[in-house]
């Protein structure tokens, strides 16, 4: 069972930044790719960022792309989301998911077999 652990969550003004943690309770988390995923209320989850097993390929989403920066350390099993030019429209739960079945990081959260609790950003204007 891979348990995924978010933090670095919490409350930031508008063109802050903030770093978010995910880390993975197993040894082998190089055999996964990871990705963030977002949650406002009353709205869907969403794609943010994603990254491979190796850290070589890397997506994201339009409305973030050039603030955030997706990277991951594989030696401490985590994976990070750096956050700049923070916009009160990124308030949400942000989520990690991992999986072993594909080289690229997908999109589609669907696709993920695994989750972390998530954790609460909220960019105040």
């Known amino acids: 069972q891979v348990q995924l652990v978010e933090s670095g969550g919490g409350l930031v003004q508008a063109g802050g930044s903030l770093r978010l943690s995910c880390a993975a309770s197993l040894r082998t988390f190089s055999s996964y790719v990871a990705g963030w995923f977002r949650q406002a209320p009353g709205k869907e989850r969403e794609f943010v960022a994603g990254i491979s097993r190796n850290g070589g390929v890397t997506t994201y989403a339009d409305s973030v792309k050039g603030r955030f920066t997706i990277s991951r350390d594989n030696g401490k099993n985590t994976v990070y989301l750096q956050m700049d030019s923070l916009k009160p429209e990124d308030t949400a739960v942000y989520y990690c998911?991992?999986?072993?079945?594909?080289?690229?990081?997908?999109?589609?959260?669907?696709?993920?077999?695994?989750w972390g609790q998530g954790t609460q950003v909220t960019v105040s204007s």
């Open positions: 998911a991992a999986d072993m079945r594909t080289y690229y990081p997908p999109r589609n959260q669907h696709q993920y077999d695994y």
